[in-house]
T-cell receptor, first 116, second 109 residues
Framework: DAEITQSPRHKITETGRQVTLACHQTWNHNNMFWYRQDLGHGLRLIHYSYGVQDTNKGEVSDGYSVSRSNTEDLPLTLESAASSQTSVYFC???????????????FGEGSRLTVL | GQSLEQPSEVTAVEGAIVQINCTYQTSGFYGLSWYQQHDGGAPTFLSYNALDGLEETGRFSSFLSRSDSYGYLLLQELQMKDSASYFCAVRAGGFKTIFGAGTRLFVKA
């Protein structure tokens, strides 16, 4: 069965360190997204990609970067982790289609990051 | 700016009907989606409305009024397992999806 997996599921790091969260999907979806989820804020879009070599900034992109070298993976990098980046991070993908496509997002199980 | 407003909490009794409202203000609009998320889990897709009207999927229905920038999710015959957070989300510009802050539904016996 197709799926979307994130790793690590839990990580504790220190302020100033570089952290990379991995996201791998086997849906063969062109669209991939990174969200962070914090209490009271719902899911906020960090970065997204519509295909290989395409990346775009979302609502809360400062301090984060992504790269898309193949269809399956969209790693999220925190260049210099800050305590404000303590959050649960969700990766999602959706198929590329027009017409009545719902844009349904398929989410990974999330990565809980704590920055001390 | 872009904003989606929904109640933070709703409580209802098992077997009852509950409606979760959502109003939105976004720079682009292709459709309104609803997602369910249980504690510790990932959001899962429930429904999508691109046109005005009611869409029904089993015990869940979703409504959209584009002229009012308003939609709602209707849950019927509530069950304990429906206790979860529910998010409205706007597909705004291409395939980018913006989420509301979520409504936590408590179902009581």
């Amino acid at each position: 069965d197709a799926e979307i997996t994130q790793s690590p599921r839990h990580k504790i790091t220190e302020t100033g360190r570089q952290v990379t969260l991995a996201c791998h999907q086997t849906w063969n979806h062109n669209n991939m997204f990174w969200y962070r989820q914090d209490l009271g804020h719902g899911l906020r879009l960090i970065h997204y990609s519509y295909g290989v070599q395409d990346t775009n900034k979302g609502e809360v992109s400062d301090g984060y970067s992504v790269s898309r070298s193949n269809t399956e993976d969209l790693p999220l990098t925190l260049e210099s982790a800050a305590s404000s980046q303590t959050s649960v991070y969700f990766c999602a993908s959706s198929e590329l289609a027009g017409g009545t496509n719902t844009g349904e997002l398929f989410f990974g199980e999330g990565s809980r990051l704590t920055v001390l | 700016g872009q904003s989606l407003e929904q109640p933070s909490e709703v409580t209802a009794v098992e077997g009852a009907i509950v409606q979760i409202n959502c109003t939105y203000q976004t720079s682009g609009f292709y459709g309104l989606s609803w997602y369910q998320q249980h504690d510790g889990g990932a959001p899962t897709f429930l429904s999508y409305n691109a046109l005005d009207g009611l869409e029904e999927t089993g015990r869940f229905s979703s409504f959209l009024s584009r002229s009012d920038s308003y939609g709602y999710l209707l849950l019927q015959e509530l069950q304990m397992k429906d206790s979860a957070s529910y998010f409205c989300a706007v597909r705004a510009g291409g395939f980018k999806t913006i989420f509301g802050a979520g409504t936590r539904l408590f179902v009581k016996a």
